[in-house]
């Protein structure tokens, strides 16, 4: 294979990034050269071109997600800038920093694979790996009061999830008492309804009855009967649900945390991707895999790490800060 | 009934009729549809004409004849021939594009005078409801004046297409689409345009068809006027006989009478239960899992009397859906009066005074007797 | 697979057993591989498109298929032909075997990327039979919503995750494309210096890459919206359905292009290998590539005329969807032009070129009555549509690959197929698809709705010529599986160039050897065949010594 007399770096000059000129016949040299290509510079440089086209894909992965958030912010403003007062901006703002940190020890780790420092390199995966479970745990507890809170999806924002569980776990004596207690003074400001639903617990929901308080354009023709049940079925549950209390409330809220849910779920399943991706890199590292000669899926690693942050730092504004 | 707007004279000699690639033209814009199709047709008849030509000849003129071909030289480029055949190629396509523009642009745009007909689309139905309140399940359209349909869906989308008024737009719920044509020409004794519905809607999608009948002004005035009043006029002890078989068919995609299976369960006995008035008032069919409608009817239950939960079921039958079908009926709900739903509960009350079709048959006997 | 003719090593004799297919790197047995697997999907296809056809034979009811059960019949034609046969069986299995080869590389630039490719596309495949067992589905293969988040079938869940994995595997294998086509080219081979199927390759590669996330993530949302009822689509809960039909088409009108633009470049290349000349403006072929590649992303409207979007946004989509019109035209105009003048072998090969050309332009001009405003009011849902589409989808992406499949046969297996079979089994075809279809454009102009189980009587007629020549075109399908299995124990030994091709494929032996080429072969001018001779002693061609390695783009 040594004896092949062509693809000099020409061919490829225009992308060479100038890692390892090493010439010909590299395969003896190099163990990681694999066999269809010529020279390490050409095995980097592919990879390092196929993990941006992967990234280009991923970027249109999410860049229709964001198609979609315009088009639904285009058709619902209010939405938007009203339920973007559920979200908890200094959560948000944490996990933003946390992830901007794990980005710049990610960079670092790049460094030190780069000069074939293996403790250091070790380290700031570990660093790394450290911010993007701290964004989850985080993640974690914004996810859970919002679903305590019914801040979810679909109709369920309307009713409680797990309705009919919940009036069997009902205690009688608790829900009487807070749902006195909410609806004699309801506060409109969306900050002391959140603050006034930490409070509430859970089992006021069995007093709901059913589907109640439909979206716009949910409720079919009017005045039958049971259209005047559910009417007062939704007073029911007006008292429950606190963000129900609110009349400000725009018609399909709802469909900020569909789309809400959607994107950082999204999100969130990458950094969990990452994570994999990290530990992998750390288990390599530990074994001494890389070095200045070949550091390519610590680099390769390094760039998913950095998209997964940027189009967090995107998500951030668009659905915290709306106000 | 509105001063009739006459766009354009009807046509004396009527409508064009079938040809070759076209269906029979019933609308005024259907001559510029057939005109804008039969220019690009023979446009591409040319050019068809002309590749086919230079592949044949080609192909023939150039063969190899030995066993084996030499390879040869030939022009690799010509940069005056490559400019003309990109060239000619976008003159014609940006001709073709404004003739499409224009035609759309006169389809799109519905006359501000438009006889305006509200459309529900439902799985597998078509509800036309006149200005009077009148309605209908086949669409009848006055002649010589436009008509605007609006339209809206119940469950999935449709699509409404009049192939002879070269008309289509689908029928999106959640939104009010729009569609306007005019017919000239009042359709003859015992003939109709087709309406489809094109847009795929399950299992009878293809079954989703009515008539468009083209009526004289007179005659649809009078048409419409009557079909407004037509329930109320029948006499009460005749309701079932008389308005259910014109209210069943409605009924009749999904429900048959004879305990054949559809999409929703036969009126008549099925599944080893008595038809379905018998059923219903001894509480024998299973709703929502295994339920026996006993525990919803009755005094101090869900509904009072078995007519009651008929009748709910016609206008909200999504709240208990019988065992072994889906939630697949549309609601009712301002499609039939409290007289219509009297009508068909009647019917099925005496269900054995009807055919199979829905045809009433004749007073039974053994019933009479006893009223 | 064939026995081994000889003792000498090739890459299908490189490495026994099951195993050495199963977790091969070599691109060459993952081609094959996808090969047999998107004829295996092409035969379950055809077989439903046969019961379709047959039923229509009939205008009421039949005892033997019900509306639910026809329902799901052309469904699962719909979904198997496009996700997993067309879509995959240009770039995957023919780029797959040829791309590497044609850049004198030795595998692609990431081969284990590739072999997940393949493995994903069978969970894909298994997907959809797990949607079988779970009820079918009935949705079309648009999945439009509501009715594809509604229906009572129990497959829609499973299918739109095939879908979902399907489109991975495809985006894997655009991956691969484009950074093998940038960073394996070997020296001397510029840009201009590509074959023309590596252009289309590349161009579609782009568009695999560009599009396929948007599709996944759109069926993603849809499943989303089935299981948790989240309303993005979901009118009831103020979301938009016609918003899946933009995110549907964005990628799915683009897909189109993945299908056809890979036909395009397996037919420029039969075209001139098989009239043994030059191809006629390669520039502007290359360059109608990437203009409908790019145009491709900006159509998808076209699909949505009668769907209530406003008109202002019709007439744009209208507009641009013609600027399509004008690179195909060149393309045609191209290949007819390298006819010209040409020394043209009427093999089996090349016949399938000149049916693609005849076919393509039929469905390249109806595609002029659809674009069109007006007529495609009259038209959209209705059999024209469905003519058109199979004229491009079948009569060109589908010919397309069984030309190459036939021009490029002798290098997979090394084996030459019967020419005589070869050609009646191509007239059937081409006979059968004309009969098939062209009757429907008069079905569509005449007002039939696609999609129907029951129809009006009047339409029997065109629906029982058309069933016919669905059954002539089985039938030239059968003779043609017949034929090729034969070759694969009984063919002739095939000799390294058959045809008299110059790109670097043919200068391999066939079938390839493991790592294609043990020295990097000299790059020419990929169509300047002027230095081939017949060597009557191999029974193919060989380059004429004297003129050695010659690099000018002969003939101007």
């Known amino acids: 294979m040594s004896a092949i007399p062509t693809p000099t770096h020409d061919a490829h000059g225009h992308d060479a990034h100038g890692h390892g000129e090493h010439g010909h016949g590299d395969h003896g040299k190099y163990p990681f050269l694999r066999h269809h290509f010529d020279t390490p510079a050409q095995q980097f440089d592919s990879a390092k071109l196929g993990m941006w086209v992967f990234l280009a894909t991923e970027i249109l992965f999410f860049g229709a997600l964001f198609a979609m958030y315009a088009i639904l912010r285009f058709k619902h403003p209010e939405v938007f800038e009203y339920a973007s007062h559920y979200l908890d901006t200094i959560m948000g703002g944490i996990n933003t920093c946390v992830l901007i940190l794990s980005s710049l020890t990610m960079a670092m780790a790049v460094y030190f694979a780069q000069r074939s420092k293996k403790g250091p390199l070790v380290f700031c995966l570990f660093l790394t790996l450290l911010g993007a479970v701290g964004f989850l745990v985080i993640k974690y507890f914004e996810y859970t009061h919002k679903f305590h809170e019914n801040l979810v999806w ?170 | 009934m509105t001063m009739p707007m006459t766009f354009l004279a009807a046509d004396p000699v009527g409508n064009m009729p079938p040809t070759f690639w076209m269906p029979e033209q019933a609308s005024t814009i259907a001559p510029s549809v057939d005109f804008t199709f039969m220019v690009i047709t023979w446009i591409s008849y040319f050019f068809l004409v002309l590749v086919t030509a230079l592949l044949v000849w080609f192909a023939w003129r150039y063969r190899v004849r030995g066993e084996h071909a030499e390879p040869v030289d030939g022009p690799t480029h010509g940069t005056f021939i490559e400019v003309t055949w990109t060239v000619v190629p976008t003159v014609i396509v940006v001709g073709i594009f404004f003739m499409g523009f224009k035609g759309y642009l006169q389809m799109n745009t519905p006359p501000q005078n438009a006889y305006q007909i509200d459309v529900t689309a439902a799985k597998w139905l078509w509800n036309f409801k006149y200005p009077n309140g009148a309605q209908s399940d086949d669409l009848y359209i006055p002649a010589g004046q436009p008509v605007r349909l609006v339209m809206r869906s119940e469950d999935v989308l449709h699509s409404l297409y009049i192939r002879d008024f070269r008309v289509k737009k689908d029928v999106v719920p959640g939104r009010y689409n729009v569609l306007w044509f005019q017919a000239d020409n009042p359709t003859p004794e015992g003939k109709f345009h087709w309406l489809f519905c094109t847009e795929y809607c399950g299992t009878d999608h293809s079954n989703m068809n009515r008539k468009v009948h083209v009526l004289s002004e007179a005659d649809f005035n009078l048409w419409v006027q009557e079909q407004g009043e037509w329930l109320d006029k029948i006499p009460e002890d005749q309701l079932y006989s008389k308005a259910a078989p014109k209210l069943f068919p409605r009924c009749a995609s999904c429900h048959s009478l004879d305990g054949t299976p559809g999409t929703g369960p036969s009126w008549g006995p099925s599944n080893g239960l008595p038809s379905i008035w018998e059923r219903t008032s001894q509480g024998l069919t299973k709703v929502d899992g295994g339920k026996p409608l006993s525990d919803l009817i009755g005094p101090g239950k869900e509904y009072e009397t078995p007519e009651s939960y008929l009748r709910a079921s016609i206008l909200r039958p999504g709240a208990h859906v019988v065992d072994g079908f889906a939630n697949a009926m549309p609601t009712f709900q301002g499609q039939l009066n409290d007289r219509a739903i009297d009508a068909l509960i009647g019917m099925m009350r005496h269900l054995d005074e009807f055919d199979a079709k829905g045809n009433f048959k004749g007073l039974d006997p053994a019933k009479t007797a006893s009223r | 697979m064939p026995p081994a003719a000889a003792a000498e090593d090739n890459y299908l004799t490189h490495g026994r057993g099951i195993l050495s297919w199963a977790l091969t790197l070599d691109h060459k047995r993952i081609g094959v591989m996808y090969m047999v697997a998107v004829l295996i999907s092409f035969l379950v296809g055809g077989v439903f498109a046969l019961l379709v056809r047959t039923k229509l034979l009939f205008p009421g009811e039949v005892s033997w298929m019900t509306k639910d059960q026809y329902n799901q019949a052309f469904t699962l034609h719909g979904a198997i032909m496009v996700f997993l046969v067309i879509i995959p069986s240009i770039p995957a299995a023919l780029g797959n075997f040829v791309l590497p080869i044609m850049l004198g590389a030795k595998d692609v630039a990431f081969p284990r990327l590739n072999l997940a490719s393949f493995y994903l596309w069978l969970v894909g495949a298994g997907c959809a039979v797990w949607a079988l067992l779970a009820g079918g ?420």
């Open chain 1, 154 to 323: 679909g109709a369920s924002f309307y009713k409680p999830v797990d309705e009919e569980e919940r009036v069997i776990v009902t205690t009688p004596h608790q829900a009487p008492a807070t749902l006195a207690e909410q609806s004699t003074a309801p506060d409109l400001s969306p900050g002391a309804a959140s603050a006034a639903l930490v409070k509430l617990p859970a089992a006021d929901a069995s007093v709901v009855k059913k589907a109640a308080l439909g979206p716009g354009g949910l409720a079919p023709a009017s005045g039958s009967p049971e259209q005047e049940a559910e009417v007062k079925a939704e007073e029911a549950t007006e008292k429950a649900l606190p963000h129900l209390l609110d009349p400000k409330m725009p018609v399909n809220t709802h469909q900020f945390f569909a789309i809400y849910y959607c994107m950082t779920g999204l999100h969130g399943i990458h950094v969990v991707i990452g994570m994999g991706m990290i530990l992998w890199l750390m288990w390599g590292a530990m074994r001494g895999r890389y070095d200045g000669n070949y550091y390519t899926p610590v680099d390769l690693g390094g760039l998913y790490w950095h998209i997964v942050d940027l189009i967090w730092i995107f998500l951030f504004p668009l659905f915290y800060l709306i106000h």
């Open chain 3, 137 to 556: 589905f009935d949705t079309g293969w648009t999945f439009y919503t509501p009715y594809s988040s509604t229906t009572a079938y129990q497959g829609v869940i499973p299918v739109l995750t095939g879908v979902f994995i399907l489109g991975f595997s495809s985006i894997f294998t655009g991956m691969n494309f484009v950074v093998t086509i940038h960073k394996l080219r070997p020296p001397g081979m510029g840009w201009f210096r590509m074959p023309l199927f590596l252009w289309a390759l590349y161009a579609t590669a782009l568009i695999q890459v560009l599009a396929t996330p948007v599709l996944a993530i759109t069926l993603g949302l849809l499943a989303i919206e089935r299981v948790f009822h989240v309303g993005i689509f979901d009118p009831a809960m103020g979301g938009d359905p016609v918003l899946f039909q933009h995110f549907f088409w964005f990628y799915s009108h683009p897909a189109v292009y993945i299908m056809i633009l890979p036909a395009m470049g397996i037919i420029s290349d039969i075209i001139a290998v098989h009239s043994h000349r030059h191809i006629f403006g390669y520039r502007f072929i290359a360059f109608s590539s990437v203009a409908i590649a790019i145009f491709s992303f900006l159509v998808w409207g076209h699909h949505m005329f009668t769907s209530g979007q406003s008109g202002l946004m019709n007439v744009v989509f209208s507009a641009i969807t013609f600027s399509v019109a004008i690179p195909s035209a060149i393309k045609v105009w191209n290949w007819l032009a390298t006819l010209y003048r040409g020394s043209i072998s009427l093999n089996t090969t090349m016949l399938y070129g000149l049916a693609f050309i005849f076919l393509f332009t039929i469905g390249g001009l109806t595609g002029l009555h659809l674009g069109t405003l007006n007529t495609d009011i009259h038209l959209h849902d209705t059999y024209f549509v469905v003519a058109h589409f199979h004229y491009v989808m079948m009569g060109s992406a589908l010919i397309a690959m069984i030309g190459g499949l036939h021009h490029w046969w002798p290098k997979m297996t090394g084996r030459m197929f019967n020419e005589t079979w070869g050609r009646i089994g191509c007239l059937l075809v081409f006979v059968g698809f004309n009969v098939t279809f062209l009757t429907q454009f008069m079905l569509g102009s005449h007002g039939m709705p696609r999609r129907y189980y029951l129809y009006q009587p009047e339409f029997q007629i065109y629906h029982h010529i058309s069933t016919g020549g669905s059954y002539i075109m089985a039938l030239g399908f059968v003779i043609t599986g017949i034929y090729l299995l034969h070759s694969l124990f009984w063919g002739k030994k095939a000799p390294a160039n058959p045809w008299g091709g110059k790109s670097l494929e043919w200068q391999c032996s066939s079938p390839p050897p493991h790592d294609n080429f043990a020295t990097t072969p000299t790059v020419g001018d990929p169509y300047d065949f002027s230095d081939l001779k017949w060597d009557p002693a191999t029974g193919g061609y060989a380059t004429a010594p004297a003129d050695g390695a010659k690099t000018s783009r002969g003939g101007h």
